[in-house]
């Protein structure tokens, strides 16, 4: 059984972005929609251009990143959810509430504390006697 390489890329050709398929060294294309935007944000992105780059490779590379970017996005929150399910399934997993009630309790007494030092530390001090002792 003979396993073909097998890749995606996008190109912009006559107006059009187009998604290429690669199996061996057979192409397919399929086109994605023409993009409309303002002038503009055509002139924004003419002037981000880098030499020798074209309007078709930026948003083909800018297509691409943003793909990987939301298959990041997409593997982060699979993994959270899975370890939170598996926190649950080990009797790992604190409820919010707890945590919650918890928190308050160290916030309220942090309050108490504080309360107690500075009511300290603002009373009035007893000042020493400056009157002579008579010897």
Do not use: C, W, Y
Request: aromatic content about 4%.
């Amino acid at each position: 059984m003979i396993r073909h390489l097998q890749s995606l890329f996008v190109s912009f050709f006559a107006g059009e972005l187009q998604l290429h398929h690669i199996i061996g060294a057979t192409v397919k294309t399929a086109t994605l929609p023409a993009l409309r935007v303002s002038p503009a944000l055509r002139a924004s992105a003419e002037r981000a251009l880098r030499p020798h780059e074209t309007l078709s490779k930026l948003m083909e590379t800018s297509l691409e990143r943003f793909i990987a970017h939301r298959q990041a996005e997409d593997d982060f929150i699979a993994r959270g959810l899975r370890g939170g399910q598996q926190a649950r399934e080990q009797n790992l997993h604190i409820p919010a509430d707890t945590v919650i009630a918890k928190m308050e309790q160290k916030l309220s007494a942090a309050k108490q504390q504080l309360k107690a030092s500075t009511s300290t530390a603002t009373a009035p001090r007893k000042r020493p006697s400056t009157r002579a002792t008579g010897q």
